[in-house]
């Protein structure tokens, strides 16, 4: 493994080695480092009911930010997608300007600094890394960010409501994460070892996604029916997956001193349980429930409130609930208004374009669509953002390219 990653990276340039490495550092780094570092902390007013948003603006960000500058103003010609968010961004950021000061919206810029070094660190890969070399880095960072979940579930430090999360990103987004890239390892890197795809799962599980929970069933039971014609695995193999799965619960649990708190074990089963008679959030009633006061809220706002995690939760509240929508599509429109129209366009048409050309990266990216309409918040963590934005830009590039594999018939 570690020979293969040498070898990978004797490849990569100079400008790659840099930019990857700084950008492999961050990922490394704990929000505390982050704090100690900050220019300017956001985190939830004490008028909103639910302690959700934290972010600081750190000096780390700023060497990005100068190499964004220099490289954009050193190219001789700038992609044309990258041209194209460019110009999307800036329209937004000024009709936001006019929502906050000629309607008299609610202001703050926590939300648009942090999708602005989103947007930042995308561009400045994009332009720079070739695609191989894109792709491994893209890789490693999923792996860092495996790495710090197990030392927060192995030393059992920061959880959430009994779930577990990457260094610097919630469980929502640590579940995604590893969710997208489990269907990653199998259909593009053809890689469905039992023990590796064991331990993907056994993650998603600790950080208490249960979305990714459903997708990976529905996904492996399609695998294995679609290989039963060929006798690829037998009843024997099943059982042998199961009871692994069970044991490496039950040691990994021990371990992590999880057995005593066995909340979160009771929300992952539930997972497959469709008790919708639960008031709370985290409960299928509720989640059903945060949808509903969201298409209430577009109702209200048919051009979107501000650009602003605040602003999401406060109508969110004034409407009669007390968190955010708990879908990226719903809570994105709230916030963007008809503007996330364009992304939902552009990720309908990446579909469409995969599906037809039987796309290897075609599960992948509806694995993520569907994570998209039933979890999240409005992109409120900037390495999410980054690592979606990267294999939605890797899918599209494969077909321009021409180095997709095809899915089988």
């Known amino acids: 493994m570690l020979l293969s990653i040498v070898g990978d990276l004797k490849r990569w340039n100079f400008s ?7 950008l492999l ?25 639910y302690d959700w948003f934290k972010f600081a603006v750190s000096y780390l960000f700023a060497p990005i930010l100068f190499w964004f500058i220099v490289r954009i103003c050193l190219l001789r010609e700038i992609k ?16 936001n300007y006019l929502k906050a000061y000629v309607i008299g919206d609610y202001f703050s810029s926590e939300l648009i600094i942090l999708q602005s070094i989103s947007i930042v660190a995308i561009i400045i890969v994009i332009e720079t890394f070739r695609m191989d070399s894109l792709k491994q880095l893209w890789e490693y960072g999923v792996y860092i960010h495996l790495a710090g979940l197990w030392i927060n579930i192995l030393f059992n430090l920061t959880k959430i409501s009994n779930r577990f999360n990457a260094q610097n990103m919630d469980v929502g987004g640590t579940g995604l994460l590893l969710t997208i890239f489990i269907i990653y390892l199998w259909f593009v890197k053809r890689e469905r070892g039992v023990f590796k795809s064991l331990f993907f799962i056994l993650s998603i599980f600790f950080t ?11 996904i492996v039971s399609i695998l ?28 990994i649990a021990g371990s992590a001193d999880l057995l005593l708190n066995n909340e979160m074990v009771v929300r992952n089963l539930s997972t497959f349980s469709l008790d919708f008679y639960q008031d709370q959030d985290e409960s299928a009633q509720g989640r059903l429930l945060s949808l509903i006061t969201g298409f209430e809220v577009i ?26 929508a708990h879908s990226t599509v719903v809570s994105l429109y709230i916030v963007w208004g008809p503007f996330a129209m364009f992304m939902y366009y552009a990720l309908t048409k990446l579909i469409v374009r995969l599906k037809r050309n039987k796309s290897n990266y075609f599960p992948v990216i509806m694995a993520l669509v ?11 963590n900037w390495k999410i953002n980054w690592f979606q934005a990267i294999i939605c830009y890797l899918s599209y590039k494969s077909l321009i390219n021409g180095r997709t594999n095809q899915l089988p018939n």
């Open 370 to 380: 569907v994570m998209f309409i039933s979890t999240g918040g409005p992109m409120v």
């Open 25 to 49: 550092f961050l990922f490394i780094l704990r929000e505390e480092v982050f704090q100690i570092t900050s220019i300017i902390e956001y985190s939830t007013p004490q008028y909103i009911y």
């Open 224 to 251: 294995f029916a679609s290989s039963a014609r060929t006798e690829k695995y037998t009843y024997k193999s099943i059982l042998y997956v199961i009871f692994s799965i069970t044991v490496l619960i039950v040691a």
């Open 208 to 218: 208490g996604s249960r979305i990714g929970l459903l997708i990976i069933a529905v």
């Open 16 to 22: 790659e080695l840099c930019l990857g490495f700084y």
């Open 299 to 324: 109702k209200q706002h048919p051009f979107g409130v501000y650009n602003s995690a605040y602003s999401l939760q406060y109508v969110m509240q004034e409407t009669g609930y007390p968190t955010f």
């Open 80 to 95: 044309y997608l990258t041209l194209k968010v460019i110009v999307f961004w800036s329209l937004l950021l000024i009709v």
